[in-house]
């Protein structure tokens, strides 16, 4: 029996198939795009907030102290319905810890959905709307003409180029990838 590699699979695991309940729930009644959003959210609160990551986390609190919690968060910043429902789901079994996961394997699956590929682009400083344009249009032929939603990130210490990934593709245009590579030839000169 051949082994199946489900590493790109966003459906596999604990996540994914919590992901998968939850995007078919949310298809069902065309929420989507607002389940994505509200995920997304309370994803970014939760990773913003370092006490907030270790409730999440910690196995010493119990189902009804984590449920207790996080209806109390859900209320105070308007979270109902499928999402709210969905995240208490998780709390009362114990797998508030793999959130951040299924968030990630839901926008997988909504992405896909959609046509959308993601793409993450590092630069080493802030790109002219003119640039983002044209990066946007290039990655969109690259991905077959589908649409493409750009992450822009500056770091300055790639020095200069670009860095993009896009689905399972990477590309390291980096000024700073490029000297390393230089000095890793001189060395195997010298």
């Known amino acids: 029996m051949a082994e199946v590699d489900d590493s790109k699979n966003p459906t596999s695991g604990v996540a994914g198939r919590y992901a998968q309940a939850l995007f ?7 929420s989507t795009d607002v389940v994505a959003s509200e995920l997304q959210n309370f994803g970014a609160l939760v990773a913003g ?20 919690a996080v209806t109390a968060l859900l209320t105070h910043f308007g979270y109902s319905g ?36 993601r793409a993450q682009v590092t630069v080493a400083e802030p790109l ?26 500056v770091d300055p210490s790639i020095i200069g180029g670009i860095v993009v990934q896009l689905g399972s593709r990477m590309v390291d245009a980096s000024l700073k990838t490029k000297l390393n590579s230089l ?3 001189m060395k195997e000169v010298g």
């Open 24 to 30: 078919s729930l949310a298809q069902d009644t065309h």
């Open 49 to 68: 907030n370092a006490d907030l990551q270790r409730f999440v986390t910690s196995p010493i609190f119990t189902a009804e102290e984590q449920l207790k």
């Open 82 to 117: 499928i999402t709210a429902n969905f995240i208490k789901l998780v709390a009362e079994k114990r797998r508030l810890f793999v959130l951040p996961e299924m968030i990630r394997a839901f926008n997988a699956l909504n992405d896909k959905a959609k046509g959308v590929t």
């Open 128 to 153: 002219s709307p003119d640039h983002s344009a044209s990066l946007e249009e290039a990655l969109r032929q690259v991905s077959g003409g589908s649409t493409v939603k750009v992450n822009v990130s």
């Open 183 to 185: 000095r890793t030839r």
